[in-house]
């Protein structure tokens, strides 16, 4: 009985990781969009958003036509070196977008940044980030992709994207 208590002990010991504190696990820019108003922007980020994440009702939580403010959850497929690249795996990554619009310039936040290994059997064991080694890598190989997409949305070249 002791070694299967003690092997448990050590199957959880792997398995657990300690996430960085919230508030490192987000990442702020505000972006210049000369020409474009806060109501354009406004609209053109709300339909970037209702049609690339796939179900607006889900992923829109906040939609502000008075502070030009929109806030999603996200949620998509992403891949970052985590050692469980195991065929059939899907690393995805999830965060908090809060969206903000001003003449000329717009904020856009990531907050509360996840990284989770979705296994073939259905569990999901989150991985990250841990480090701001690992939260520099999500944000080179995924949340840089959103930003340029909304962006590319918010000057008017662009209104969805299939890839998110």
């Given at each position: 009985m002791k070694t299967v208590y003690l092997l448990l002990i050590a199957c959880f010991a792997v398995n657990c990781v300690t996430?960085?504190?919230?508030?490192?696990?987000?990442?702020?820019?505000?972006?210049?969009?000369?020409g474009v108003k806060a109501n354009e922007a406004y609209d053109r980020a709300l339909i970037w958003f209702a049609k690339s994440l796939g179900n607006a009702n889900w992923a829109v939580q906040i939609r502000d036509p008075q502070?030009?403010?929109?806030v999603a959850n996200v949620k998509y497929h992403c891949t970052i070196n985590t050692g469980s690249d195991i065929l059939g795996n899907q690393n995805m990554i999830g965060f908090i977008?809060?969206?903000?619009a001003k003449d000329d310039r717009f904020r856009l936040t990531f907050e509360d940044i996840i990284f989770t290994v979705r296994q073939q059997n259905?569990?999901?064991v989150v991985h990250g980030p841990t480090d701001e080694e690992q939260r520099s890598e999500i944000d080179q190989k995924c949340l840089i992709p959103v930003r340029d997409s909304i962006t590319a949305s918010v000057k008017?070249?662009?209104?969805?994207?299939d890839k998110f």
């Open positions: 996430l960085m504190p919230a508030e490192q696990r987000q990442v702020r820019n505000v972006v210049e969009s000369k502070g030009k403010r929109i977008a809060d969206f903000q259905g569990n999901e008017g070249s662009r209104t969805v994207d």
